[in-house]
């Protein structure tokens, strides 16, 4: 088995590629600079002549100019713009050849250091949450334990598991354990978005690993079984109850983290000390929600965390995945409800250090609201920004945050 951060693969190269670049190769920019953007659209590794392109300059998701059918005679173009206050200029350019669209963007980050959320944290927030873990808590874990002898190795068994929630509702996960007598560092894998089956996550024979699911089923059905949920009954989970704060979806979520925390305590192969937790998108979200509500967490990493900032749209500025009031006004109850489950507001009650990465890409959780997040951590941490990437990262970034966690872990 390999390491166990999630694959996001890179995008496949395509036969028409349009290239935008910013003047600056860190494409960060002061309050007020002007930022251009060299765009090329090229063919064969050649600009492509009389090529006709559509663009859009402006905030993410907010563009000021928007052009369509733009000829470049030559292949390229110079596009220009500014900033008067924090956040992210987007430069998103599309080029149409023999019927087909090609896409390329860029970003220029206007002191992404200054960005503050536009969210609202409720007065209740902490006593919400510590009541809401406490009744998940009323029920004994009573965990469940099937080995995988096809996915064991000669030094590490695997397992699939079980425990107790909050009501009758259970989560699911894949537990890696080495199998040499001996106390060890635990990581706790979140998922990203989605109904899927998981295979576990796999830090090395020197370390527990136990990637759960959030949904209360196995996770170990086939592939089917998944499809047909993520089409039928589990379709738009994210939007369950979202006016409601005590029966929102993603409640049963957090608390269901919590408790899986609770398990790997409960793991007599584990040191009762060392533990962190890591995911990308909905897991880098709930990564930092672990992190943020339970204090036995020592390190966390996410990766591209969604859920931040989620009232963003609704001052005109972008907010995080699953892009609340983007299309659409809020329901009676429903701003209030997101303040108790936005990113933001576990992000300032982290006490511990922290890896974050994303790249300026991304119009999937937007830049803009990570660093929202990002910004009122007060604990130590640490920005791996890859400019380029999107909702996708490089092996070499997962390389580099499956090592950082495996230090944090002693190994």
């Known amino acids: 088995m390999e390491a166990g951060l999630p694959v996001q693969a890179q995008p496949a190269q395509k036969l028409v590629n349009v290239l935008v670049s910013p003047n600056h190769s860190d494409w960060q920019y002061k309050i007020g600079e002007e930022a251009s953007f060299n765009v090329q659209v090229l063919r064969y590794g050649g600009l492509l002549e009389n090529v006709t392109i559509d663009y859009e300059l402006g905030p993410e998701f907010f563009p000021v100019t928007e052009k369509k059918e733009v000829v470049l005679k030559e292949g390229r173009i110079t596009l220009k713009a500014s900033m008067k206050e924090a956040g992210l200029l987007r430069c998103r350019v599309v080029a149409r050849v023999d019927g087909k669209a090609y896409e390329g963007m860029a970003a220029a980050l206007y002191e992404g250091e200054k960005i503050r959320p536009v969210s609202g944290e409720p007065g209740d927030f902490d006593s919400f949450w510590a009541n809401a873990i406490a009744a998940a808590r009323e029920m004994p874990l009573n965990p469940t334990k099937v080995l995988l002898p096809e996915k064991?190795?000669?030094?590490?068994?695997v397992y699939e598991v079980s425990f107790q929630n909050t009501g009758f509702s259970r989560i699911y996960g894949i537990l890696i354990v080495p199998r040499k007598p001996g106390k060890y560092p635990a990581i706790l894998q979140v998922p990203g978005a989605g109904i899927r089956p998981y295979n576990g996550a796999n830090y090395g024979d020197e370390v527990i690993s136990l990637e759960i699911g959030i949904h209360g089923i196995p996770v170990t059905w086939q592939p089917t079984a998944y499809y047909t949920l993520a089409g039928g009954?589990?379709?738009?989970?994210?939007?369950?109850?979202?006016?409601?704060?005590?029966?929102?979806?993603?409640?049963?979520?957090?608390?269901?983290?919590?408790?899986?925390v609770d398990f790997i305590f409960s793991l007599p192969e584990f040191d009762g000390r060392t533990i962190g937790v890591t995911g990308g998108s909905q897991g880098g979200a709930l990564s930092i929600v672990t992190a943020g509500l339970d204090p036995r967490i020592r390190f966390l990493a996410p990766i591209h965390p969604a859920l931040c900032d989620l009232g963003g749209f609704l001052k005109k500025r972008a907010g995080g995945w699953p892009h609340f009031f983007r299309d659409s006004n809020p329901e009676s109850g429903e701003v209030e409800t997101l303040s108790y489950y936005d990113v933001v507001?576990?992000?300032?009650?982290?006490?511990?250090?922290?890896?974050?990465t994303w790249g300026l890409n991304d119009v999937t959780c937007p830049p803009t609201s990570m660093y929202?997040?990002?910004?009122?951590?007060?604990a130590p941490k640490e920005l791996s920004l890859y400019t380029d990437t999107g909702h996708w990262t490089y092996p070499e970034q997962q390389a580099a945050l499956s090592q950082w966690l495996k230090k944090q872990c002693g190994k």
Do not use: H, M
Request: charged letters at 15%; aromatic letters at 18%.
């Open 152 to 157: 064991s190795t000669a030094t590490q068994e």
């Open 233 to 260: 009954a589990l379709n738009g989970y994210w939007g369950f109850s979202k006016n409601n704060k005590d029966q929102f979806y993603y409640k049963r979520v957090y608390t269901g983290c919590v408790r899986a």
């Open 345 to 356: 507001n576990f992000a300032r009650r982290i006490q511990v250090p922290g890896l974050y």
């Open 372 to 378: 929202a997040a990002y910004n009122v951590i007060t």
